[in-house]
């Protein structure tokens, strides 16, 4: 079954930057506007930004300026880079197709502390 696999979390100080990475192993990749999520625990999964077949790219207000999501249709990849990262921005971030939802990968735990 196609999934995706994030990576690319760990622990940053405030301020830091991550940037994160996720892998889809089925097809057709390019034809859906990909998605990046995040969950803390106790509550539900919320989307951070996603970018569209044409590249069309949206945020939640509290990350503008300082995510940027992208995506690479040829190696099947999508990427958050997180900047200006906060406290409260610690959890698990996910991927996924907002329009086609596929099973969900494992999310990589993004951990901001001093």
């Known amino acids: 079954q196609a999934q995706f696999v994030e990576s690319g979390g760990g622990l940053v100080q405030p301020g830091g930057s991550l940037e994160l990475s996720c892998a889809y192993s089925?097809?057709?990749?390019?034809?859906?506007?990909m998605a990046w999520y995040r969950q803390t625990p106790g509550n539900q999964r919320e989307w951070v930004a996603s970018v569209s077949r044409g590249g069309t790219t949206n945020y939640k207000d509290f990350v503008r300026g300082r995510f940027t999501i992208s995506k690479d249709n040829v190696k099947k990849m999508g990427y958050l880079q997180m900047n200006s990262l906060k406290a409260e921005e610690t959890a698990v971030y996910y991927c996924n197709f907002p329009s086609s939802l596929r099973k969900w990968g494992q999310g990589t735990q993004v951990t901001v502390s001093s």
């Open positions: 089925g097809s057709n990749f390019n034809m859906f506007t």
